[in-house]
Every structure is written in structure tokens, then in C-alpha cells.
């Protein structure tokens, strides 16, 4: 039985690692929406 757990280090951009073309723009557009959600959050 093999128990060594394969991994990859990640880039810092999930989008990049998933080989995506316009990955600095999806990551840029999520980390946007998040900002949006948590200042609405604090308006509460």
C-alpha cells in the first residue's frame, strides 16, 4: 500500500494552475466580488 501523498504547490492563482488563458483576470474578478460581499457584510 502506498501512503505518500502526491501534491502540487500552488502558483498563489487556482485559475493559473488550472491552466486558464485569462487567469489574472478571473483572479482579479474574484478577489474583487469578495471585497464587494464583505463590505457588504459590514454594512449590517
Known sequence: MNNKIE???SS???FA???LE???E???RGLVGFHV???L???R
Open 12 to 14: 498563489g492563482n487556482v
Open 37 to 39: 460581499v464583505e463590505l
Open 41 to 43: 457584510k459590514k454594512k
Open 17 to 19: 494552475d488550472l491552466g
Open 22 to 24: 485569462n487567469a489574472e
Open 26 to 28: 478571473l483572479q482579479t
Open 7 to 9: 501534491f502540487e504547490e
